[in-house]
């Protein structure tokens, strides 16, 4: 089955600096991979996704790329802020359902 | 419209004990997914009801077992309780089956083995 290894556990970056999460997968017929942002005492919530046939997608200060020769995937945060302070989550697709990684704390400091 | 709402919050029980959880999805929606979040394992799959039918089903023994309504309300119940079994559960729905489709998730039930 499918194995998501996630980089790097916790990142404090201090804010208007970029951010950058990694994650690997083992499963070559993965085709989706989502995002997730978790804040304190909240469930996860999707922030962006990408699918197999594309190699990268923005949305405002978040991007992700996703190189499949590779197998690895990673999420991109521009001109950090003390709001984007979470937990995130980087999953793939096994089958019908969907494999999470381990997370990664993001810490902004004003 | 009202997210995912999830009850009780938190809850203590005891080893040996069982549990019951519950999870009302949005409004409309149709597969609800139940997961467990733990320290050290992370975001582990338990399973995936849609239509009041089991669809998938992660690694987990046959103490975690669910169950889903006619009005996609769903609960998930775990029997003879282990500390191990202490964790966050989250419960996330849909609008139908299938990975591609977001997913929305509730603040999660915290439930302490003691």
């Known amino acids: 089955g499918e194995n998501v290894e996630q980089h790097p556990s916790t990142l404090s970056v201090q804010e208007g600096d970029s951010a950058v999460i990694k994650c690997t997968y083992s499963?070559?017929?993965?085709?989706?991979f989502p995002w997730y942002k978790q804040e304190l005492g909240k469930g996860p919530q999707l922030i962006i996704d990408?699918?197999?046939?594309?190699g990268e997608k923005k949305d405002q200060r978040i991007a992700v790329t996703l190189n499949k020769t590779a197998k690895h995937f990673s999420l991109h945060i521009t001109e950090t802020q003390p709001e984007d302070s979470a937990v995130y989550f980087c999953?793939?697709?096994?089958?019908?359902?969907?494999?999470f990684g381990t997370g990664t704390r993001l810490q902004v400091f004003p | 419209k009202a997210g995912v709402t999830q009850t009780p919050r938190y809850l203590i029980k005891t080893r040996g004990q069982q549990v019951t959880l519950s999870c009302s999805p949005i409004?409309?929606?149709?597969?609800v997914s139940w997961y467990q979040q733990t320290p050290g394992q992370g975001l582990q799959f338990l399973f995936e009801y849609f239509s009041e039918t089991q669809r998938n089903k992660g690694n987990f023994p046959g103490r975690f077992s669910g169950r889903q309504f006619s009005n996609s309300r769903s609960e998930m119940n775990v029997s003879t309780l282990e500390l191990g079994d202490s964790a966050l559960y989250l419960c996330a729905s849909r609008l139908t089956s299938g990975v591609e489709y977001e997913q929305y998730f509730g603040p999660g039930t915290r439930l302490t083995v003691t």
């Open positions: 409004s409309g929606h149709r597969s």
């Open positions: 999953a793939a697709r096994d089958t019908d359902k969907l494999i």
């Open positions: 499963d070559s017929a993965s085709n989706y």
């Open positions: 990408i699918r197999s046939n594309v």
